[in-house]
């Protein structure tokens, strides 16, 4: 199960998140987090090209460490014309320090929309052996909907969480499957959301405040974190192929993973998928002011 879970880099490359007091990741720390992932069971990072410097901290451990070699999911820019294609993946490899690309996927649905002339090339480095897949990062159920008319887009990376849930994305999920495309997700978390303590200092816990009081209740009636509820209630989903954290440590990392143990009730998933967020908005990170 602990190969399901891919581990985020952002944090590697960028100060980034709501509740990252200690901002972007030193390249020690970030060493001792990709060891401890190898150790534990992760096989696969996200990253991209906008995160800062996380493709050399990504490379770099991989030169210190020859005997682990991840699985790399990268990011096309959201609004590059990438008329060079071919040199952006090779760079991308070298700087990662690795023989192919597992996923090269558009940082956004508008970058897939406003580059399709390049799918034909990406296909063509698919079939060397140097993209092993293409996908598309995207927000909306619109979107996912238009992915599943393209066969060259084996790979939909979506929000999934306790919000961004079963009830909402769960019909959607299942054409994918059927179309034998391979689903991430992301946002487990809301990035950090649902482990705000103070509601009143910021504007969307304030909107979202009912229903993360709910999360807790429902986290409380479980006896189980919050963090293992929400991690635990993506894994459990048979239609999800892999889900993406991020961390801030290795502690951490220790923590999230516990969840793969925990087996979470029917029950729970019930009152989970009952949570409804009547402004979508709420739920998308890019639209936070």
Not at 36 to 59: P, Q
Not at 173 to 201: P, Y
Not at 219 to 225: F, K, L, P, R, T
């Amino acid at each position: 199960m602990k190969n399901k879970v891919i581990l985020g880099t952002v944090q590697m490359g960028l100060d980034y998140g709501i509740n990252n007091n200690s901002g972007k990741i030193s390249f020690e720390n970030c060493c001792e987090i990709l060891q401890k992932a190898h150790e534990l069971g992760v096989d696969t990072l996200d990253t991209a090209e906008a995160y800062g410097n996380a493709h050399e901290v990504i490379g770099d451990f991989h030169k210190l460490n020859p005997k682990i070699k991840f699985n790399v999911i990268t990011k096309i820019p959201h609004h590059s014309i990438l008329k060079n294609i071919e040199q952006t993946v090779a760079k991308y490899i070298y700087d990662l320090h690795v023989d192919s690309i597992e996923t090269l996927m558009f940082h956004s649905f508008e970058s897939y929309i406003d580059n399709k002339q390049i799918l034909v090339i990406l296909k063509d480095l698919k079939s060397k052996g140097l993209i092993k897949h293409i996908g598309v990062s995207v927000y909306t159920n619109k979107q996912i909907e238009d992915l599943l008319l393209d066969d060259i887009i084996t790979v939909v990376q979506m929000p999934f969480n306790l919000l961004d849930n079963e009830s909402v994305r769960g019909d959607l999920m299942e054409k994918l499957k059927n179309k034998s495309k391979v689903i991430h997700t992301r946002s487990a978390f809301l990035q950090g959301m649902f482990f705000k303590e103070n509601l009143e200092d910021n504007y969307v816990a304030q909107k979202l405040s009912n229903e993360l009081t709910m999360i807790k209740k429902i986290a409380i009636e479980g006896n189980v974190s919050i963090s293992n509820l929400a991690l635990s209630y993506c894994l459990s989903q048979k239609n999800i192929d892999q889900v993406l954290i991020g961390v801030d440590s290795v502690n951490q990392l220790v923590d999230n993973l516990k969840s793969v143990n925990y087996k979470i009730s029917k029950e729970t998933i019930l009152a989970i998928n009952r949570l409804k967020v009547n402004d979508f908005d709420l739920l998308n990170p890019s639209l936070w002011i």
